[in-house]
């Protein structure tokens, strides 16, 4: 599975856009970028995941770059309850398809 | 919305005992796997399950340790003889089949061994 960096840790003022980067050059055809989160030692919790297109839930956005080499997760409007360890996974689509943890980007929301 | 659910959600145990964590996975879903989390450190793979067999498994997962789907619905992760390494937050997860799709996540349980 390809290499991601993430910012260790990011503030956001409440009810702002959270922007998450992750840079992933080293990201193969056939890998998908994903999302997850942590809350406090929480189970981590999916968030998004794509391949090439943009993609959008209810929960978040997910931009990727033409290249695929980097992407960002879009909070559109953070609350408080978004503060947590925000994680940016690439993995292959084959196998039994582990998750590898990095340590992710803290984000704080800031009332 | 069905989610994954996991018993007890805190554990405490003797070192030298054995210990028995219980998984209850999405009911369509097909792959399972155990993750633990030591207080402050990252998420670690141990162990992933499927077709009623263990198709793979990191280092930390050894002998020690072991997996098991009793019934149709419970998935359980039992370690022989826990050290005090041990401790830590133990996560299940599980997936339906298919390239490229997501796995949820159990609340965990917290394993402290004394």
């Known amino acids: 599975d390809a290499k991601t960096t993430q910012p260790t840790s990011m503030d956001c003022a409440e009810g702002r856009a959270a922007n998450l980067p992750c840079n992933h050059s080293?990201?193969?055809?056939?890998?998908?970028v994903y999302w997850y989160r942590q809350i406090h030692s929480q189970g981590p919790q999916y968030i998004i995941h794509?391949?090439?297109n943009n993609e959008t839930n209810e929960m978040a956005s997910l931009i990727i770059t033409e290249d695929r080499k980097s992407s960002t997760l879009i909070l559109p409007h953070a609350t408080l309850r978004d503060t947590a360890v925000y994680y940016c996974i690439v993995r292959g689509s084959g196998g039994y398809q582990k998750v590898t943890f990095g340590i992710g980007t803290k984000l704080q929301v800031i009332p | 919305e069905p989610e994954v659910t996991q018993t007890p959600s805190h554990q405490v145990t003797q070192m030298g005992q054995e210990v028995i964590l219980r998984c209850v996975p999405i009911s369509n879903h097909l792959y399972f796997y155990w993750y633990r989390q030591i207080l402050g450190q990252k998420v670690e793979f141990l162990v992933s399950?499927?077709?009623?067999?263990?198709?793979?498994k990191s280092e930390i997962f050894d002998d020690q340790f072991s997996v098991e789907r009793p019934d149709g619905s419970n998935f359980t992760l039992k370690i022989r003889s826990t050290k005090l390494e041990d401790s830590a937050m133990y996560f299940c997860?599980?997936?339906?089949?298919?390239?490229?799709?997501?796995?949820?996540f159990g609340p965990g349980t917290r394993l402290t061994v004394t």
């Open positions: 794509g391949l090439k």
């Open positions: 080293t990201i193969s055809g056939n890998e998908y």
């Open positions: 399950f499927y077709n009623n067999e263990i198709s793979e």
């Open positions: 997860a599980s997936r339906v089949a298919g390239q490229g799709t997501e796995q949820y």
